[in-house]
């Protein structure tokens, strides 16, 4: 989900050639069209099915998908409301044994650098790295942890009229079920 061009769909559409078929979600066309320009170029155009969609909006089907991966993409859903809905929609459509893979920026602070003034961060959810985590673990409930880690990352983003230091907790959960 919010695939973008394809840097985490197209190794594992080449590592599972002739085993799956991906469907990759992303808001932008733009980012479908070169993704689907990358999978030609990787040799795996029969294993992308690229898919312009908001995340919102594409329902995930119960019970469905051996892998779902969102990097750096849930955090832009419309509202807290509909990220939680959406995290349920996830557990309800990996099937049994099923591999949920998830980066989420979490309390995340956007800094002016040349004025130092705090900006609003440019992220439509935002919550605080604790209360995501609670919720995480209520979501995947019972679920095989592979990996859970929280690591802030810094680094300057361009903004509409400057660049800002960003702050993050990335929070990363693979978890299996
Ligand atoms: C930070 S990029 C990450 C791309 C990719 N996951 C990666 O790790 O390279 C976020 C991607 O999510 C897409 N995106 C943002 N909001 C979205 C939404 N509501 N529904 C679907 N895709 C969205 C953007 O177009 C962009 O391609």
């Known amino acids: 989900m919010g ?25 932008l066309d733009f980012a479908i069209d070169e993704l689907k320009k990358n999978s030609i170029e990787y040799d795996v155009e029969s ?3 690229g898919i312009v969609s908001s995340i919102d ?6 019970n469905f998908y051996d892998l779902i991966i969102a990097v750096s993409a849930l955090e832009h859903i419309d509202s ?6 959406k995290l349920k929609e996830i557990c309800i459509g990996t099937r049994k044994n099923g591999i949920v893979c998830l980066i989420i920026n979490s309390e995340i602070t956007e800094i ?19 209360e995501l985590l609670v919720l995480l673990k209520e979501t995947f409930d019972g679920w095989e942890i592979i990996k859970s880690t929280v690591r802030n990352q810094r680094y300057d ?3 509409q009229s400057c660049v800002a230091d960003l702050s993050t907790d990335v929070v990363t959960v693979v978890v299996k079920k």
């Open 3 to 27: 695939c973008g061009v394809g840097r985490n769909c197209i190794p594992v559409a080449k590592e599972f050639k002739n085993k799956c078929r991906i469907d990759c979600i992303d808001i």
């Open 57 to 62: 909006d594409f329902l995930i089907k119960e």
């Open 47 to 49: 294993e992308i099915n």
């Open 80 to 85: 807290v409301e509909s990220f939680k809905n």
């Open 157 to 159: 983003i361009p903004r």
């Open 112 to 130: 002016n650098k040349e004025s130092g003034e705090e900006l609003i961060p440019q992220f439509e959810v935002n919550m605080k790295t604790a």
